[in-house]
């Protein structure tokens, strides 16, 4: 574990060093969306074939942790 936590430190270390993208608001999506994405997430089929069920509520959930990167 203490390896695999390691890992994951080096890859945003990594991420910001080269200055990459990591967050969806550096890609211009805006909370205001995240309902219509996640919706339309749900509708994808991806979700359906997911073996973790998820609802809008869960998608949305996941996109405002994903709103800002990694952390």
């Avoid at 080096?10 to 996640?38: H, P, T, W, Y």
Wanted: glycine residues 8%; charged residues 30%.
């Amino acid at each position: 574990m203490d390896a695999a936590k390691k890992s994951v430190e080096a890859i945003k270390k990594l991420n910001m060093d080269i200055g990459m993208r990591v967050g969806l608001k550096d890609f211009g999506v805006k909370e205001e969306s995240l309902r219509l994405i996640a919706e339309e997430g749900i509708m994808s089929g991806n979700v359906a074939v997911n073996p973790r069920k998820a609802t809008v509520k869960d998608l949305i959930e996941i996109s405002i942790n994903a709103m800002e990167g990694l952390k």
